[in-house]
């Protein structure tokens, strides 16, 4: 508990800094962060109307996870996801998960004062049994996220809430950190699923590289220093990922 409550109190501590800190930009420059995700976490930032984004996540045991997103308002990105364990390699039986929707609006654009808000749902977990029917790191469900530039030009502040489980009721929080270096690479930090020990936290770490304005590449490590088990007894350990981005200008529909 003491733990959680020193991450919530230097999230509020950065975001309380970052409005009194000295300010390179003008005040009627907002900064919005590109990125729509980080490595778990969601940010305010949602793709441009008609833009179209595919993302691939390659993670422990040949598993590959798929997200594809595109913008239908100006302000609106709808999504869906599916993952199939055991696709890459010898290993069988491979495994086909259900697939997710998200759904995000950011429906404020942020401030010099207040960060960029969005609202949204995501159902896309991890490590899915299929005995129990569920995720056993649950997706973030319904969330609110602010994101807003942090005492440094290009480092992002990235603040969230969450309710993944209605049937629990919950509330959760994430917070991340994003640093981009000359639109060619950023560094990622995040800590998730805080507030409940009947799920634990999450620590991660990645680098984001832009091999081209429209493709990136992720190499990230998840739950790191975590050695334990699920509820299922299956092993929850740290694993390593990478994932591919891309988008494109779909035109106007």
Known sequence: MNKKLSVIMLSVFIFSFAVNAEDKHSRDEVIVSPSVSLIDIPTAGVLDYSNFAVKTRFYNNGGVLAYMNVGVLNRMNLGASFMVDRLIGSESPVKFIRPEIQVKFRFYDGGYYLPAMALGYDGQGYYYDSKREEFMQ????????????????????????????????????????????????????????????????????????????????????????????????????????????????????
């Open 138 to 253: 649950k997706g973030k469900g319904l969330y609110l996220v602010g994101s807003k530039e942090v005492l440094l030009p290009n480092l992002m502040g990235n603040l969230g809430f969450n309710v993944p489980d209605f049937d629990d009721g919950y509330l959760y929080s994430f917070i991340g950190f994003d640093y981009n270096f000359e639109d060619k690479m950023t560094l990622i930090l995040e800590y998730d699923n805080l507030f409940h020990s009947d799920y634990h936290s999450r620590f991660n770490l990645g680098v984001r590289v832009d091999i081209t304005p429209n493709f990136g590449l992720d190499l990230a490590l998840r739950n790191i220093g975590r050695n334990s088990r699920f509820p299922n007894g299956e092993k929850d350990k740290m694993e390593r990922i990478v994932q591919l981005s891309t988008s494109f200008y779909l035109g106007s529909f």
